[in-house]
């Protein structure tokens, strides 16, 4: 592996956790001092905050803030005409913890998956997804009041007062697609390498549709639940149901009149995010690179079992240490290599793997469009050399074994001999080019070596 097991894909460390906890607290005091947040509300977005500032980078923080942000101001636009609602929802605008975690739990919890599992894309999809579905349903709450018709009951189609739980209007629901839509415009601006970074004009506009939709779900959800099981009230004293218990803000007692006891808003809020999260985790599931997982043929092609090409340096043996000069722990420049010329390979590919890695098997190197009668690498290959992608630390080019201290890791050097010509686009990491060349591989050759520090 190329980094300490507590520096995974997006350079996790202490600083940038001490970063993230600055930069949470500024944003955190900020709202606390506009009354946006309650004192356990800050509390918990400081927490919330060091998580995803700290262990997410700025993908991550780009699209809680977009969430943070626009739910912030839409919360005090047209406050006046809000107000008469208020006694309807069980907390104002100040955010407790429960608000706060309900929200942003879902995405706490994905970053710090992205943290263990920093070459996976599903964390981040599902993350853009739960944060979708949160600000979908915040923009359908702050905006959908505001409706010149009456809402509907979500269940029964029916007539209902502005703000009562379950209401849903087409202002509000074009309102919880536009909150969905911000934050898969902002992921899409952000999409970090690790979640597939090939663009194309499918999957551009199949990522902002998925977001989005996956936004638009969980509100649809939240409304729901508020129709059907979620805890309502009635005060006698106004002769109106509301989510507050156990008084009214008039300061009367409420009494329940549906739904399960312990189901408050909060409940249905976090019911909100955990779906965004669900429906982001089984698009990842369902779809191809570079918007889903990465395809089992990278495992596949990676095993050294049943390979007949002979892949051979003269700077290490094959099962040999790798001499220091090739790691980090020297001039970090890639060994020379050797293989048998493969009957009717138009081109060929390489690819540098640590399958030991704490985190999964770790990128080194993705280099392709080598010429069909290329036969050879020189020591050093510089990146600008042929058609090199991005490997698991984000750089373009060859970064040499560098494992944490302890037991030697495996390092896989892939040559694969393919039927297709020097032609493939530039700018593919691993992923894309094991997608691109799936069922185009002729022969490979593995040459294995070891590193310890």
């Not at 780009?62 to 626009?70: A, D, E, K, N």
């Not at 809000?82 to 706490?108: C, H, I, M, P, Y």
């Not at 202002?171 to 934050?183: D, P, S």
């Not at 415009?185 to 999409?191: E, M, R, T, Y």
Request: charged share 10%; with cysteine.
């Amino acid at each position: 592996m190329g980094l300490n097991p507590l520096t995974p894909f997006f350079q996790f460390n202490w600083l940038q956790l001490g970063a993230g906890f600055l930069l949470a607290l500024v944003i955190t005091l900020a709202a606390y001092f506009a009354h946006s947040l309650s004192r356990s509300g800050a509390l918990a977005a400081v927490m919330l905050g060091t998580a995803v500032f700290g262990l997410g980078g700025l993908p991550w923080a780009v699209l809680l803030l977009g969430f943070f942000i626009s739910s912030s101001i839409l919360s005090r636009t047209f406050r006046r005409r809000k107000n008469a609602l208020n006694e309807k929802f069980s907390k104002g605008s100040q955010r407790d913890a429960g608000q706060v975690l309900a929200n942003g739990g879902a995405a706490g919890i994905l970053v710090i998956l992205q943290a263990l599992l920093p070459h996976s894309s599903w964390p981040w999809l599902a993350g853009a997804a739960t944060l979708a579905a949160v600000n979908a349903d915040t923009w359908a709450t702050e905006l959908g009041v505001l409706s010149r018709k009456p809402p509907r009951m979500i269940t029964t189609g029916k007539v209902t007062e502005a703000g009562a739980s379950g209401a849903i209007s087409l202002t509000g629901t074009l309102n919880a697609a536009a909150g969905g839509l911000l934050i898969a415009i902002l992921a899409q601006l952000v999409w970090p390498s690790y979640a597939g970074s090939e663009i194309s004009t499918i999957s551009i506009p199949l990522r902002l549709m998925l977001i989005t939709l996956a936004g638009l779900a969980g509100s649809l959800l939240d409304s729901f639940l508020g129709a059907t099981v979620q805890a309502i009230y009635h005060c006698p004293s106004c002769q109106k149901e509301t989510e507050r218990h156990p008084l009214h803000t008039c300061g009367t007692a409420t009494t329940r009149v549906r739904g399960l006891p312990w189901l408050n808003n909060d409940w249905v809020n976090g019911a909100c995010a955990a779906a965004g999260a669900i429906i982001g985790i089984a698009a990842a599931a369902i779809l191809p690179p570079p918007l889903g997982m990465q395809p089992s043929l990278i495992q596949a092609t990676l095993l050294p079992e049943g390979v007949s090409m002979v892949i051979t340096s003269t700077a290490f043996s094959n099962g040999q240490p790798i001499p220091a000069v090739y790691s980090c722990k020297g001039k970090d420049i890639s060994p020379p290599l050797s293989w048998q010329p493969a009957a009717g390979a138009q081109s060929y590919a390489l690819i540098l793997d640590d399958p030991d890695a704490p985190s999964g098997i770790f990128t080194h190197w993705v280099l392709y469009n080598l010429p069909g009668n290329l036969t050879s690498l020189p020591e050093g290959v510089p990146a600008s050399a042929y058609t090199q992608g991005k490997n698991s630390f984000g750089r373009v080019g060859y970064n040499g074994p560098c494992p944490p201290p302890g037991k030697p890791h495996r390092y896989n050097f892939t040559v694969m001999a393919l039927d297709l010509p020097p032609t493939l686009p530039t700018g593919l990491n691993k992923a894309g080019l094991l997608n691109a060349i799936n069922g185009h591989i002729l022969n490979r050759g593995v040459l294995m070596g070891t590193f310890q520090r």
